[in-house]
């Protein structure tokens, strides 16, 4: 497709270099979205959670997003402050905020992010979390796309009272809407790729991908379509789209390997409408496996979140949140958002 400038991006990728990125010692840190500031500067926006809690489920419950900087896109990036912090179980964010993605449009910051809330107690440090815990069966039902707006990328922000994209019974998206990746063309009208999940009795079934869009950021957001948008074999997450001018592309995660030749590796496929998707010739766009400017190479346990930095027009860094250890989020010891260089094409 005409425009589409992260094709073949997996051969553009640059040795990473070891000492930049977001790295908070007593954290897990995930995601990761960044934005050339007013003041000229670099700012991260992460998720966060204090690691007495387990990597996962802990984000469910403890997870907080934040904002750090840098005088250049690679970092090290500097933490700043809490962006939008637990705020109460009465407000259906009011819990958790994640998979931040930040987007300037004219003199607005507007930062998607998945929120959810649950009415129990909060954990204490030594408090054994896993995924049948009463509180995280609560917070992942619960689990809504939203936005928050502010004209300084310091804030303040603007916190909505309600989701952007509910749940519809009955539909694909029953269960849980997340995982935000907007497009906000130039007239303000958006196109946003969402994960989510159908009620099936009393549990929820498999990950689906949606699409909705909108005439303006602040919404009403509409889904287009009464099915996921790709089909059962194209079994994706975390997916990044961009208009090419021409329609639209994106990379993701490739869930189970069998379309990009790699587990959890990155995969590349265009659109004309956002709806109709198709795998590029070349479709895989990353790997696992990082080149660090020290020379070695290393195979992450988990490479995903990915963010694209566009700076005049072309992409000049991926943002991923990666995790040490063999691989599956128990066996992480650290995670961290790495900045890897993109060489022009």
């Not at 130039?186 to 009393?202: F, H, N, T």
């Not at 979140?305 to 005049?312: G, K, S, T, V």
């Given at each position: 497709?005409?425009?589409?400038?992260?094709?073949?991006?997996?051969?553009?990728?640059?040795?990473?270099?070891?000492?930049?990125?977001?790295?908070?010692?007593?954290?897990?840190?995930?995601?990761?979205?960044?934005?050339?500031?007013?003041?000229?500067?670099?700012?991260?926006?992460?998720?966060?959670?204090?690691?007495?809690?387990?990597?996962?489920?802990?984000?469910?419950?403890?997870?907080?997003?934040?904002?750090?900087?840098?005088?250049?896109?690679?970092?090290?990036?500097?933490?700043?402050?809490?962006?939008?912090?637990?705020?109460?179980?009465?407000?259906?964010?009011?819990?958790?905020?994640?998979?931040?993605?930040?987007?300037?449009?004219?003199?607005?910051?507007?930062?998607?992010?998945?929120?959810?809330?649950?009415?129990?107690?909060?954990?204490?440090?030594?408090?054994?979390?896993?995924?049948?815990?009463?509180?995280?069966?609560?917070?992942?039902?619960?689990?809504?796309?939203?936005?928050?707006?502010?004209?300084?990328?310091?804030?303040?922000?603007?916190?909505?009272?309600?989701?952007?994209?509910?749940?519809?019974?009955?539909?694909?998206?029953?269960?849980?809407?997340?995982?935000?990746?907007?497009?906000?063309?130039?007239?303000?009208?958006?196109?946003?790729?969402?994960?989510?999940?159908?009620?099936?009795?009393?549990?929820?079934?498999?990950?689906?991908?949606?699409?909705?869009?909108?005439?303006?950021?602040?919404?009403?957001?509409?889904?287009?379509?009464?099915?996921?948008?790709?089909?059962?074999?194209?079994?994706?997450?975390?997916?990044?789209?961009?208009?090419?001018?021409?329609?639209?592309?994106?990379?993701?995660?490739?869930?189970?390997?069998?379309?990009?030749?790699?587990?959890?590796?990155?995969?590349?496929a265009v659109s004309p409408d956002g709806l109709q998707w198709q795998l590029s010739a070349s479709p895989k766009s990353y790997s696992r496996t990082i080149r660090w400017d020290d020379g070695t190479e290393q195979t992450m346990g988990s490479l995903e979140?990915?963010?694209?930095?566009?700076?005049?027009g072309r992409p000049t860094h991926l943002f991923a949140a990666v995790a040490d250890g063999p691989g599956g989020f128990r066996q992480a010891a650290r995670t961290w958002n790495q900045v890897i260089p993109i060489a022009e094409e």
């Open positions: 497709m005409k425009g589409a400038l992260l094709n073949n991006l997996s051969g553009r990728l640059l040795p990473a270099p070891r000492n930049g990125g977001f790295h908070l010692e007593d954290y897990w840190v995930w995601c990761g979205s960044a934005v050339r500031g007013e003041d000229g500067r670099f700012h991260l926006f992460a998720s966060r959670w204090p690691k007495w809690l387990p990597m996962h489920p802990g984000w469910l419950i403890g997870s907080e997003i934040v904002r750090a900087s840098a005088d250049r896109p690679e970092g090290p990036y500097v933490m700043e402050e809490v962006v939008l912090q637990s705020r109460g179980a009465e407000y259906w964010d009011g819990r958790s905020t994640h998979n931040p993605h930040i987007v300037k449009h004219g003199d607005t910051y507007i930062l998607y992010y998945m929120g959810t809330t649950h009415p129990l107690a909060e954990p204490l440090p030594g408090e054994e979390l896993t995924l049948e815990d009463p509180r995280v069966i609560v917070a992942r039902a619960n689990k809504r796309v939203g936005i928050a707006v502010s004209k300084s990328v310091s804030g303040p922000w603007e916190r909505m009272d309600a989701p952007i994209l509910p749940v519809r019974p009955g539909r694909f998206d029953s269960f849980l809407t997340s995982n935000p990746a907007p497009c906000i063309r130039e007239d303000g009208s958006v196109l946003l790729i969402y994960k989510a999940r159908r009620y099936e009795g009393v549990a929820h079934g498999k990950m689906t991908i949606g699409v909705a869009c909108a005439d303006h950021y602040n919404g009403p957001y509409r889904v287009l379509s009464e099915e996921p948008v790709f089909p059962p074999e194209f079994h994706i997450e975390d997916p990044f789209i961009r208009f090419t001018g021409q329609g639209y592309e994106l990379i993701a995660k490739d869930m189970e390997g069998s379309l990009c030749g790699e587990k959890h590796g990155g995969i590349h979140r990915p963010f694209i930095l566009f700076q005049d």
